[in-house]
């Protein structure tokens, strides 16, 4: 049941991409030939006007085709021969309707949960001795943190939810004091070192409570535009860490990896309701980093196409599409060749039951 959860995940995010691409490119008038879901071989086919709607047996991508994309063309609506906005709208959109996504998938997610939680803080960690006095072993209250405190950042990385806070507590080097900005009393303030009390077990930090606000329909959006700040955020360093040699090898992970976390997140869970959570934040969490990768400058993906545009808007003039075109192709051989690497892990890790030995 969880693959089958995870492949119709994986279907809605790849759709929803080629959708923003597909319902722009018919708003702008520009003829649409095909448009897939997956890839492969067709399972289905439709013809409907000038466009076919065809879905594929391997749920690892989609496109949708538009007349001239990659070669002159004499007909008026074709891709190249739209005006250049057109086409950056077009381009762009894909990742737009991924942004959209994870947006309301996150708005589902905050609806779920009792509170919507803050980065104010409410209290310090306690502990109580032996004849019941009670003192606080919080070192940031020590060190210069109070009650009320807005988090704003800790050393140079931005905080914009709970989910920052995790993320930076569980990779900080807790053997150092760190910068700190707050907002107190309205105004912002920069607190250096700080420490954070260590766990005993399971590394990370803990240190204070937050607050958390009622429901509403302002929070709810609130909190959701925080999380979906923080996660574009983390993709972000994520992206960095691979770009710049820091992530390990064993760590890159493609489609194959990606299904098993959301079924195991589907499947390993005590009840109905903690499964649902966990897909919903997957599925957000996948369709903001499809979104943030899509618009990278890389040729064969939209970003590389987008950068193109941008080329003509300085230029003045396209470049031709043969030479795009030969960008574009050892474009794909090379993502093609990540994702045959990235799969490659996966099903080691599948195999070793997720280690390397």
């Not at 959109?93 to 803050?118: E, H, K, R, Y």
């Not at 405190?149 to 989910?163: A, Q, W």
């Amino acid at each position: 049941m969880g693959i089958v959860i995870a492949i119709l995940v994986f279907g809605l995010i790849v759709t929803v991409h080629e959708f923003g691409h597909f319902i722009c490119a018919k708003l702008s008038g520009i003829k649409v030939i095909e448009f897939a879901i997956g890839m492969g071989p067709k399972i289905l086919q439709k013809k409907k006007g000038e466009t076919k709607y065809s879905l594929r047996l391997l749920p690892v991508g989609g496109y949708c085709a538009m007349e001239g994309e990659d070669s002159t063309n004499s007909d008026p609506r074709s891709f190249r021969n739209a005006k250049l906005w057109k086409r950056i709208i077009v381009l762009a959109a894909g990742a737009g309707m991924n942004f959209v996504l994870g947006f309301v998938m996150l708005i589902v997610l905050v609806s779920m949960m009792d509170a919507v939680p803050t980065t104010i803080i409410s209290d310090f960690c306690k502990a109580q001795s032996d004849n019941g006095e009670i003192s606080y072993i919080a070192e940031s209250y020590e060190t210069g943190l109070m009650r009320d405190d807005k988090i704003i950042s800790i050393d140079g990385t931005r905080v914009y939810s709970t989910l920052d806070l995790n993320y930076i507590f569980d990779t900080l080097d807790k053997s150092k004091g760190h910068r700190v900005i707050v907002k107190r009393n309205g105004s912002r303030k920069t607190i250096d070192d700080v420490v954070f009390h260590k766990k005993e077990e399971g590394g990370g930090a803990v240190d204070f409570g937050v607050i958390y606000k009622n429901k509403n329909p302002l929070t709810v959006i609130k909190g959701s535009g925080d999380i979906f700040m923080s996660m574009t955020h983390i993709v972000g360093l994520s992206l960095k860490q691979m770009f710049t040699g820091n992530m390990k090898k064993e760590d890159v992970s493609g489609p194959v990896g990606v299904v098993s976390v959301i079924s195991s997140s589907a499947e390993n869970t005590k009840s109905f309701i903690d499964a649902l959570y966990n897909v919903i934040y997957l599925t957000a969490l996948i369709s903001i980093n499809v979104g943030i990768f899509n618009l990278l400058p890389i040729p064969g993906l939209d970003g590389g196409r987008l950068l193109f545009c941008f080329i003509e808007l300085i230029r003045r003039k396209p470049v031709k599409p043969e030479h795009e075109g030969y960008v574009h192709l050892a474009g794909m051989v090379l993502l093609f060749g990540v994702m045959i690497f990235a799969t490659y892990n996966d099903i080691v890790k599948l195999i070793s039951g997720g280690s390397h030995g």
